[in-house]
């Protein structure tokens, strides 16, 4: 039988197959004349069209009447109902579904979820929930064999903060883990820091400097509020291993640029960030796990360094692997916030807790050049040029930060292969030619 699992976090819903096909959506939807749109389509007219947007549904996922008559729309689950169409159809109608629900979903809101999902079926195909599972559980899935010997840790350091950024708030989780077991022993809510406040913040302080630098309010028009926000994921994503970042902003007088600075944004998100620093001060934490929806933070603010950040699928991937465990715990459906022999999730055991080191340097004939910052990569005929800086003009820039390949630019004129992770040993194909990441020791 087909199976998916599907993770909620209304910052980017993620849907994979076992056969490895993943869709990706953010949490918006737009009510049009002819139904709902989810998704990114959504997002790029929610600045454009504020009185149709819809951002909170799943954070306040229930049957309350909407203020207003809406043709396609009764409720908060009717536009849930939506999304989950697209996402379920874009996977294939999946037969057996593994939810991954954040740890604010009360119990009420679970089951109208389940309703939702029961209700969804295409050309005779229904889909069937087989496991519901806590979405920090899922992420922390391997960490029980990641401890040769459990029985020899201190009880302090038996545990892990796993932090999950939504769109409007924070989730964070402490999960302890033995041989053979993890529990989920609490959540908090950090209802001040989400991905909306945190671009909320960067759009005012890029209107504030194009302000100061060339007298032009970009977020005056809803063109320009749109504009801004479009830019802001990518934004991000270039501060990943970069001190500093242009960015170029369209404007009746020509393109204006704003020259954005990583040591002015840590400065701005300090603030939001003291609720987060001190929950980790007062549980003594010693370990740390951020969710691929924490990059928002970790790029820009150098603050979580030490912390482990899993990648876009860790907890689909665990759910996919330990598929058997989970149905094993699933004879009577119920959210699973403990599990027990877990060594199926990742079939063999570590030695230590921390990620494998990622790779330090790119090698291409015979030369290594340190990923710890931007390498910008062109071609020059028949050999490629590699230089130690940003080069927009060049055919691919990358950098390794957080344990992550970071891709800071590319020609998509060019073919470009990239490997699925900052491990050493991953190949990197441009055209005809092969780099590849490879560790320094002591180098």
Known sequence: MSTAVLELND????????????????????????????GLPARQQAWLQPQNIYREYWRQLNQAPLSGEQQWARHHADIAYAQLHSLLTKAGTPEQLILCVP??????QLS?????????????????????????????????????????????????????????????????FERNSLRVEAHQVIPDIGASHI?????????????????????HTSEG????????????????????????????????????????????LEPRLQSLTRLISKKAAADITL???????SALHSGFGGARQLNETQAVDNCLRGYDSLLKHSENLHRITAIEQTVSFTGRRKTDIAPPAPATHLLYQGRAWPLNEPVSIGIDGKRL????????????????NN?????????????????????????????????????????
């Open 11 to 38: 910052q980017a819903l993620l849907i994979k197959t076992q056969t490895g096909e993943a869709y990706s959506e953010p949490g918006f939807a737009l009510h049009t004349e002819q139904g709902i749109i989810t």
């Open 103 to 108: 740890g604010t979903f009360d119990d009420q």
């Open 112 to 176: 109208l979820l389940l309703g939702l999902i029961d209700a969804f079926k295409t050309e005779a195909v229904k889909t069937t929930v087989v496991s519901v599972i806590d979405n920090s559980l899922a992420n922390c899935l391997y960490l029980e064999d990641s401890i040769e010997s459990p029985e020899n840790i201190k009880s302090s350091e038996k545990q892990t903060l796993h932090v999950d950024l939504q769109m409007q708030q924070m989730i964070v989780s402490q999960v302890s």
């Open 199 to 219: 671009y909320n913040a960067l759009a005012s302080y890029i209107r504030d400097l194009a302000i100061k630098n060339h007298r032009f309010d970009p977020l």
């Open 225 to 268: 509020e749109q504009a801004i926000y479009d830019q802001l994921p990518n934004l991000v994503a270039r501060f990943g291993g970069i001190s500093e970042c242009e960015l170029i902003l369209s404007s009746p007088r020509g393109d204006l640029p704003i020259l954005l600075r990583k040591s002015e944004l840590e400065a701005l």
């Open 291 to 297: 969710s691929h929806n924490t990059k928002l933070i």
């Open 385 to 400: 040029n590699i230089t130690q800086l940003v080069d927009s003009s060049a055919t691919l820039v990358i950098s390794i």
């Open 403 to 443: 344990h992550s390949l970071n891709i800071l630019h590319h020609d998509n004129q060019i073919s470009i292969e990239l490997p699925d992770s900052a491990a050493p040993g991953g190949k990197i194909f441009i055209g005809d030619f092969r780099l590849q990441l490879i560790e320094v020791c002591n180098g």
